[in-house]
């Protein structure tokens, strides 16, 4: 946890409803709960800017801060929150009372390290299967992630949460036998086999409709024929009509 204790700056609020909380967003406020422990929950507002810059922080939502209510700050953690799902806003927050001497359970990310020898030798890709853990320690020994090794990583093999060392005075609650990586072989070789089985067929599929279209090309052509020799007798017949006539 870092030395420098952020402080988040909050007001006590006493009406709630859906017209509260516009009214305090046009503020430039979103609406808080404060709760945790055997005290009563209690409603708040706050900044949605320092709300943020704890969230970008490398502890993220992990973060354990001051909340300054009325001059007095309570040591919290972000619990739960709620983002506008188009422009990405925060709507809502709630923050959880934390006493420092009880452990928490909280939700912390994995992070890989190096480059497997699967990948660089042996041609496969990582498939990163598992991106957070559960963990349990006291508040200040929250860790910003845990980080996972996997430069001896071959192809085809993987790394469970029980090959893990966690950070120290930590408790991983995750099962053990839970998969974290693991390398497997490009899905591209599995596909050109059978791409090169069906490539004949495709051929001989599209060489077909040539072969038809040229046929009935060529019966149209010998139908056309017959037709030819039929204007030289409309010429006799128009001859005849004209001696016919002079006569």
């Known amino acids: 946890m870092p030395e420098s204790v952020p402080i988040v700056a909050a007001q006590s609020r006493t009406d709630r409803g859906k017209n509260v909380n516009r009214r305090l967003r ?25 709300i943020g810059t704890i969230l970008k922080s490398a502890t993220g939502e992990n973060t354990l801060f001051d909340l300054d209510l009325g001059g007095k700050r309570r040591k919290v953690i972000l ?8 422009k990405g806003r925060l709507l809502h927050a709630d923050f959880y009372e934390v006493a420092l001497d ?12 190096g480059t497997p020898v699967g990948v660089k030798v042996q041609g496969g890709i990582v498939d990163f299967v598992t991106r957070e853990l ?51 072989a490009p899905r591209a070789e599995e596909v050109a086999p059978a791409a090169a089985e069906v490539a004949p067929e495709a051929v001989e599929g599209a060489a077909e409709p040539e072969v038809i279209k040229k046929g009935k090309t060529a019966e149209e052509g010998a139908e056309e024929k017959p037709e030819k020799p039929e204007r030289p007798e409309r010429a006799e017949r128009a001859e005849k009509a004209e001696k016919k006539e002079k006569k």
């Open 26 to 50: 046009a503020q430039g406020l979103i609406p808080g709960v404060l709760y945790g422990g055997k005290k009563e929950t209690i409603a708040v507002a706050v900044s949605p800017k320092e």
């Open 79 to 86: 619990k739960e929150f709620q983002v506008e799902p188009i």
């Open 102 to 113: 009880k452990a928490l359970q909280v939700a912390v990310h994995v992070e890989l390290t």
């Open 134 to 184: 559960e963990i349990e320690c006291l508040p200040m020994d929250i860790p910003e992630k845990v980080t996972v090794d996997i430069s001896n990583l071959e192809l085809g093999k993987h790394v469970r949460v029980s090959e893990l060392t966690p950070p120290p005075k930590v408790k991983i609650l995750t099962d053990p036998d839970v998969v974290i990586a693991h390398v497997v």
